[in-house]
């Protein structure tokens, strides 16, 4: 079980470029979460899918970011006309077990220059 | 506003010593927590969860939960440098799978 893969682990794009980020949960688990880490805001709920149908996105800017799961084994967060405050480290997350706990990729740091 | 909200924002304890960390929710649907731990270049990984009421033991590693007060705690006795890391308080409500996490707490264990 390598556990859940986020690629890449490193994005640089300039201010208005697009920015997909990747996401590899772990197989079998049914729910996959997205979150934004900064130092000043810590972890931050993005989005999260279960089954892969779209159940909250209550913590996605409405405008420039989209998450889609189109198949159990991966998901893809897009972030479009990216901004420097966009410039966070990105998390997945699967979850599948009776408790619901997360299991975290390492992250992708974006930097929009 | 931040749901969850961790006390101190950083902890440097004596190798050996003991480390203390605090979470408080400002939701009382909030029902179930976790404490999950962050290395430096990692994604967090959990230490474990606690639901009821009380002490929750694993290893080195003791959760108190009041759910009156929203209060949960996180003690690491005989703390190792290895235990130096970002550690989070994450919050649930019933019938949701959605986690909201604190800031968090960086420790730091001095040799």
């Known amino acids: 079980n390598a556990g859940v893969i986020q690629t890449p682990r490193h994005k640089v794009t300039g201010k208005g470029q697009e920015a997909t980020l990747w996401c590899e949960p772990i197989?079998?688990?049914?729910?996959v979460f997205w979150y934004r880490q900064t130092i000043v805001q810590g972890l931050e709920f993005l989005t999260y899918?279960?089954?892969?149908?779209?159940?909250?996105d209550s913590g996605m800017p409405k405008e420039r970011f989209s998450a889609q799961m189109p198949n159990q084994s991966h998901s893809t967060l897009k972030i479009q006309s990216t901004q420097p405050q966009d410039s966070a480290v990105y998390l997945c997350?699967?979850?599948?077990?009776?408790?619901?706990?997360?299991?975290f990729g390492a992250g992708t740091r974006l930097s929009v220059l | 506003q931040q749901k969850v909200q961790q006390s101190p924002e950083s902890l440097s304890v004596p190798e050996g010593g003991m480390a203390s960390l605090n979470c408080t929710s400002s939701?009382?649907?909030?029902?179930y927590f976790w404490w999950y731990r962050q290395h430096s270049g990692e994604g967090p990984k959990a230490l474990m969860?606690?639901?009821?009421?009380g002490d929750k033991k694993e290893g080195r590693f003791t959760a108190h939960l009041n759910k009156a007060s929203l209060h949960v705690s996180l003690h690491i006795r005989d703390s190792q440098p290895s235990d130096s890391a970002l550690y989070f308080c994450?919050?649930?409500?019933?019938?949701?799978?959605?986690?909201?996490f604190g800031k968090g707490t960086s420790l730091t264990v001095i040799p």
């Open positions: 997350a699967s979850s599948g077990d009776s408790q619901n706990t997360l299991y």
């Open positions: 197989s079998g688990h049914s729910a």
């Open positions: 899918f279960r089954n892969q149908a779209p159940i909250d």
């Open positions: 939701d009382r649907n909030f029902q």
């Open positions: 969860s606690i639901f009821s009421d």
């Open positions: 994450a919050a649930s409500r019933p019938g949701y799978q959605n986690f909201y």
